[in-house]
Each structure stands twice: as C-alpha cells, then as structure tokens.
C-alpha cells in the first residue's frame, strides 16, 4: 500500500499545535487549493530523496502550445492548443484540448530544473535543494552561542 499523505490544508491548521509559525504557508496553501481545476489530470512522482517528477496528460498540445514558468513560489503551466482548420468532420471528440492553467506551490527549497514533453505527457523536473544552513546538525547542550564565541 502507498502512504499518500492527504491531510487538507485549511486555515483550521493554524490552530494545531504542530505547527507553530506556519500561518503564512498555511494561508498560501488553501489559497491555491480554492478553485483548482482538473484539468489536465497529474501526477507528482518521487524519483528519489530530493528528486521529483510532475506528470501532466496533456494529448494533442505541442511544445508550442505549453509554457512552464515560476514565479514567487508558484509553479504554472499553461495550455493553449490554436484552433486548427480541420477537413475532418467529427461523429465523437472526446480528447479534450482545452486552454489550462493549472498551478502548483513550491516549497522555498524546490527548484525547476527543466521540462520535456513526450508521448502526450508534460514532464517537469524538480529538486528539492536544501541549503547547508538548514539541514540536520547536532546541537551540544549546555553550551550557548556566547559560551562557544568566547571559547
């Protein structure tokens, strides 16, 4: 069985003792998720530790008709297919090629490393960065920063 996380963002967070000093991702976060379309259908894949996959089913757009873009955390795609003069005339159009946008909130350490489109499926490749300043150290008790500097 995958452990998928689905706890809901929702301000009704900032009440919850786990996490102090969250208020403002907590707010960004059900911002985004108000109104999402979904539209096209996704899939967000662990490659490994730091590295991920965002999958999107996007048949029938080209890459002239995509734009990838980040802009103050927030990941955009944007679909927009131009009307073609078709000579075929259609019983059933089920494959949707539809303008989208559709958007997803970056954590501050998560960088965009680039993207590719192959058999109908928009690739977005992305790191999850940590600089040396945030990652695990070992902490000595009984010792305060003043104690340390005066040696």
């Known amino acids: 069985m995958t452990n998928v996380n689905t706890r809901r963002f929702t301000a009704d967070l900032l009440n919850d003792p786990y996490f102090i000093g969250f208020d403002n991702l907590i707010n960004k976060m ?20 730091n590295t991920y996959e965002l999958q999107l089913a ?33 019983i059933h ?10 958007t997803f909130t970056l954590s501050d350490t998560v960088v965009v490393n680039g993207a590719d489109l192959k058999d109908g499926i928009l690739i977005v490749a992305l790191e999850n960065v940590i600089p040396e300043e945030k990652k695990p150290r070992k902490i000595d008790i009984g010792r305060s920063k003043e104690t340390l500097l005066k040696g």
């Open 93 to 102: 159009k089920g494959i949707s090629a539809r303008a989208f946008i559709r």
């Open 30 to 49: 059900s911002k985004s998720a108000q109104g999402q379309p979904n539209y096209p259908p996704y899939n967000i894949v662990k490659k490994d530790e």
């Open 58 to 90: 996007i048949a029938g757009f080209s890459f002239d008709d995509l734009s990838v873009e980040v802009k103050d955390g927030v990941l955009s795609v944007t679909g927009n297919k131009a009307e073609e003069d078709t000579i075929y005339e259609y």
